[in-house]
């Protein structure tokens, strides 16, 4: 798939599209600097692809480099005001083969993502429920926004907006691929225990560290700091070190010396 991204963008220079999927096919390779690279040959073309910087902006995320992630998802949100929010393809898709994110959601959720990996509680906060409120939202979307929010919320201290958060998230919804996010939030609110979403996070002998990561969160909110600092750890030995999970428990660990990074970089 790789070369026929090549192919398709030495076709189609011009194409928005085919800088895209070079660079998201890269980045799927664990290839995240060269990703960079083409995304940004990509907007010295188009300057004002809103779409260019939603995937660069990732990508800096993947790289620890939170301020220019920050910068590009900022600017990205910027640019798309007045687009239509369009569903955006999948490069990996679910089992249902639906696709559950779009441009401007998958704009807002990164831009929360990296304020809050930098500790920007309130920003992160303000960034998901803009996307909370985008026409495209789904259940998928949801979960994953409220995760996040919760834990932010719970960070500034605002407990009480935290718990109202989570009381909209229900077992019944349509989730099709966030389902480790709406456990978690089942968690957070009190009706699944941290021991049953793990134990569904490693279902097959895989392991969700994203999961993981809400849930060692989760204790170091509510006072189990040992057990907590013992998972973050055992998070940033992972060799998934691409994993938002893993990358959080990075920022975890070192808040209170340099910011996120210390630990492997890509």
């Given at each position: ?17 085919s800088?895209i ?8 390779l ?13 907007l ?8 260019l ?6 990508r ?7 301020d ?8 990205a ?19 249902s083969?639906?696709a559950?994110s779009s ?16 500790g ?5 906060d ?6 909370d ?9 949801v979960v ?8 932010a919320?719970?960070r ?21 691929e ?38 060692a ?7 189990e ?18 994993s938002?999970?893993?990358i ?12 996120c990074?210390?630990a492997?970089?890509?």
């Open positions: 798939m790789l070369e026929e991204a090549r192919t398709a963008l030495a076709q189609s220079p011009d194409d928005e599209a800088w999927w070079l660079g998201r096919r890269l980045g799927y664990g290839r995240f600097r060269e990703a960079i690279g083409v995304f940004s040959d990509g010295r073309r188009q300057p004002e692809s809103y779409r910087l939603r995937h660069r902006g990732h800096y995320i993947s790289c620890r480099d939170l220019r992630a920050v910068a590009d998802l900022s600017l949100a910027r640019l798309a005001e007045g687009h239509a929010d369009v569903v955006e393809p999948d490069g990996a898709p679910n089992p083969g639906v559950r441009d401007r959601s998958n704009i807002y959720y990164h831009l929360g993502l990296a304020l809050y990996l930098r920007e509680y309130e920003q992160a303000r960034a998901f429920a803009v996307r409120g985008l026409e495209s939202v789904n259940d998928d979307m994953s926004t409220t995760h996040w929010r919760y834990l919320l719970r500034l201290g605002r407990d009480v907006d935290a718990r109202a958060l989570v009381s909209r998230v229900h077992e019944g919804m349509h989730v099709l966030n389902s480790g996010y709406h456990d978690l939030c089942l968690m957070y609110g009190g009706r699944m225990s941290p021991r049953t979403v793990l134990s569904r996070a490693t279902e097959g002998g895989s392991r969700d560290h994203s999961v993981e990561y809400g849930v969160a989760y204790w170091m909110l509510s006072g700091e040992a057990r907590a600092r013992e998972m973050l750890a055992a998070l940033v030995a992972s060799p998934s070190w691409h938002f999970g893993v959080a428990a990075e920022c975890d660990l070192a808040r209170e010396g340099p910011r990074g210390r492997r970089h890509p």
